[in-house]
């Protein structure tokens, strides 16, 4: 672990932070408040930074922010779109999963769906290397999970 | 932005046919919550009053101070990622996870011989939510086995606004120019000190913009202009503007409470209302439009320093109120933003000038007009 350690031995990290927040919309309350505030992080700093970088986006998109807190209360952060599932689901218009994923389908949706958001995935930092048939399959595994099924067509 | 386009254009024609089914899953979802709570705790330790300092409380709004839940999960360590995003998926607000290997292990009721592959995530949900559903959904969509082991608790909300509010520190943003919190004595008192307690408004000097923007005033005010700051924040422009000399300073927010801030700081600074105005601006959603009481070519210097959406449609509205002549200021933008805020402004402005710190710049030009103010 030592070793891992000095890998980075720019500046010791103190945490690492994984929050959602609306793209623009990033306040000094929660949850950005208490999550970051723990870690004594500057909370406006963060809320103007993260507003600016997310100005391109439509207003309260929910972005995936990963933070990386180190020990002398500096941080950095990435921007991810949202969550795959969160496409989905706005997709599917469903707030919520099946609770029983494999045995309960709560909707479906078609193979065009997938395809649409894995093109916007693919405009993330992670996978802008990864052809799109690996993507589509990722995706096809999420909705699985969360018990929405792909059809070929929706009728 | 392909992102933006695709949310924009996605149709949302399943909705009306799965309402049926989503109504179906809601009574299962109540029926597995109430099972014994012998697998979690929870334990509200609520902090009613506040020992901080006093000024602390009047900027305590409701959402800042928004109850919520403080969970712990001990999470196998080689699922950490995929556990996180899931959590996140189903409910969770924020995820967290120290660097540090946690020592002490009394709260882990496994044995300690998986204590070394186990991490202890700290995650915050919203008051209302379900956690032990939103952690079983979240194991089972990535293939855990068993569910992991978890301790909720109340969040202390007033913890993490103290903590906040002790990292002010007092600035040195020039010479003898010194932004000081409310607490804390300037520590040099013959310098220009300006008191703040900026609550959750934006604006404490420490900000690369607001820096560029505080320099910018001091190289433009030379006494008795007319200064508008739109997006005041804590009102930390127009005040410096005053005791740099200005006139009149008038400060104009969407956000109510960047006004209570702002009118608190003007007290703290012994400035009087006749120097300072305050104007609360409606936001987007109103549909009166953009009312201020305030008159067109007014102002001698105008600053906006909020952010590249706002600065691009308000562009007009900003220039209208400058005299010709007069000063304006544009920040809150990345210098990869700045190409299309230069391209917005510059019918308008002549003599255009950029500043950088960092990734931040600050814009300054001069409005075109018939009659140039001498000075």
Known sequence: MAAAKEILLRRPVAATIRLTVPAGGAR?????GPALGQYRLNLMAFCKDFNARTQKYKPDTPMAVTITAFKDNSFEFTVKSPSVSWYVKKAAGVDKGST??????VTTLSVR???EIAKVKQTDPFCQYMPLESICKSIIGTANSMGIKIVQDLE | MLARNFIKHFPCKNLSRHHILRDSVRPLIFFTSSTPQSSFSISASLSTSSSSSSSSSCFTDESFAAPYLSVRINCPKHVLDPFSDALLCFGASSVAVDEDIEEDNEDAASGSSLASKEICIESIFPVHEEVKMCISQAANSIGLKEIPKFKVEMGDEQDWITKNQDLFQPVEIADRLWIVPEWT???????VNIILNPGFAFGTGEHPTTKLCLLLLQSLIKGGEAFLDYGTGSGILAIAALKFGAASSVGVDIDPLAIKSASHNAALNNIPLEKLELHLAPSENSSSGRETPLQKEQFDVVIANILLNPVMELADHIIS??????????SGILSEQLPNVKERYSPFLENISIATIGDWVCMSGTKKGEFIDNC
């Open chain 1, 28 to 32: 000094p309350a929660p949850p950005v």
């Open chain 1, 100 to 105: 029983r994923p494999g045995h309960l389908t």
């Open chain 2, 185 to 191: 004595s300037p520590p040099v008192p013959e310098a």
């Open chain 1, 113 to 115: 769906h997938v395809y």
């Open chain 2, 321 to 330: 109120f400058a005299k010709p002549g007069a000063t304006i200021g544009i």
